[in-house]
């Protein structure tokens, strides 16, 4: 299986979402769009959104950090109020 990252919005003045490493052992399917995560940011931990799954990242991938902890099972929003979020 090719390797996959998740682009996660943090809430930080900056127009962009980040790239992050899935958790060490996590499957694929655990992750959708929608779901919070806690991630690394900046020397702290932040609460996002991860908004895409994909298999190329923006940035070198041995720069990327993993996330810490899926705060979700499920997303919290339906995919069409997620996507007018997104939007």
Same mark, same amino acid.
């Given at each position: 299986?090719?390797?996959? *990252?998740?682009?996660? &919005?943090?809430?930080?003045?900056?127009?962009?979402?980040?790239?992050?490493?899935?958790? &060490?052992? &996590? &499957?694929?399917?655990? *992750?959708?769009?929608?779901?919070?995560?806690?991630?690394?940011?900046?020397?702290?931990?932040?609460?996002?959104?991860?908004?895409?799954?994909?298999?190329?990242?923006?940035?070198?991938?041995?720069?990327?950090?993993?996330?810490?902890?899926?705060?979700?099972?499920?997303?919290? @929003?339906?995919?069409?109020?997620?996507? @007018?979020?997104?939007?």
């Amino acid at each position: 299986m090719s390797p996959y *990252y998740l682009s996660v &919005a943090v809430p930080a003045p900056l127009p962009r979402v980040f790239d992050y490493l899935p958790q &060490a052992g &996590a &499957a694929m399917s655990q *992750y959708q769009a929608g779901l919070r995560v806690k991630v690394p940011f900046g020397g702290r931990l932040l609460i996002g959104v991860i908004v895409d799954i994909h298999q190329n990242p923006q940035i070198d991938p041995i720069k990327l950090k993993p996330i810490q902890e899926c705060i979700d099972t499920a997303p919290l @929003l339906d995919g069409t109020l997620f996507r @007018l979020g997104f939007w």
